[in-house]
């Protein structure tokens, strides 16, 4: 059992006293570079502490921001240096060319569809940087995306209460294997 050993182990360090330190570390490197979604232990997190719910959605939004102008600042100063190789080490080329075609058609909202979705948020923070979309624009639709996007885990947690933490027990390996055969499918059907 993959994904419940790893979901008790998480349930476990969300008790850690340095536990917030840990879920803003994750936050901001995921914004620009990290792999690991911020919701992944933010959930967990929330259910563990569902009395710190409102802080750690707080906690993550802020820090995912603040990572997040780390990865403007690659795009915009840094993107041959560093951005590409980003763009090379995910393979993420066509899912880059992407995120250009849609911030020609839709502009900064697409920081917010993407701060708000589980689309991989460090392309179009990178992406914003490197097209020198405007500074005060993109922070702001960075906040609103991210702050949706925790507060609803949060909100859920809270008020799904006692019945969703035994739920999310009960059905983590399929809730897990679920998640990766969705990336799986999201990789090969988005252009590359």
Request: aromatic share 18%; net charge positive.
């Amino acid at each position: 059992m993959i994904f419940s050993s790893l979901y008790d182990r998480v349930m476990r360090w969300s008790q850690h006293r340095h536990a917030r330190y840990y879920l803003g570390a994750v936050s901001a490197m995921e914004s620009s570079f990290f792999p690991v979604p911020t919701a992944f232990m933010l959930a967990p997190m929330c259910l563990a502490r569902r009395d710190r719910a409102w802080s750690y959605a707080l906690n993550a939004t802020l820090t995912s921001v603040l990572g997040g102008i780390v990865g403007y600042l690659i795009g915009m100063f840094f993107f041959d240096a560093v951005g590409q190789q980003i763009i090379d080490f995910y393979d993420a080329h066509g899912k880059f060319n992407t995120a250009m075609r849609w911030f020609s058609e839709y502009g900064v909202w697409v920081v917010f569809i993407a701060g708000f979705s589980p689309i991989p948020y460090k392309l179009f923070t990178i992406t914003s940087g490197l097209l020198g979309l405007a500074f005060g624009p993109f922070v702001l639709a960075s906040l609103v995306g991210r702050a949706g996007q925790f507060f609803l885990i949060a909100a859920l947690v809270v008020f799904g209460g006692d019945r969703l933490a035994g739920s999310i027990r009960n059905y983590v390996e399929w809730i897990g294997w679920g998640v990766i055969v969705l990336a799986i499918a999201a990789f090969l059907l988005l252009p590359h």
